[in-house]
């Protein structure tokens, strides 16, 4: 299914309501745990990049990991859409680098 057209709240129905449906949601799940298979998917699309790896390679794992961040704010009732949208009125704000070498 194309996600064109999908805001952010219907993608975290649509990935949590796969997920269930794979039985990743049978039990209860650690915040811990998905936090770092969040955190593995990134280390994937870095890996793909040491590798060379053609740029969809790369996106393939960045959607891996907002499918694995979609699918935690649905467990967990996250209103990602209102906090995305509040953080980048805020980052307008911010001074240049927000002070900050890198």
């Known amino acids: 299914m194309s996600s064109k057209g999908l805001v952010i709240s219907d993608l975290i129905k649509q990935c ?46 960045l959607a891996d990991c907002c499918i694995r961040i979609f699918d935690y704010c649905g467990s967990r009732k996250i209103n990602l859409e209102e906090a995305l949208s509040k953080k980048m009125e805020y980052n307008k704000t911010r001074p240049h680098r927000h002070g900050k070498k890198f």
């Open 16 to 61: 949590h309501r796969t997920a269930k449906s794979k039985g990743w949601w049978i039990n209860s799940r650690n915040d811990g745990e998905l936090i770092a298979l969040m955190h593995s998917e990134l280390s994937e699309a870095l890996e793909a990049m040491r590798k060379g790896g053609k740029k969809e390679e790369l996106a393939e794992e």
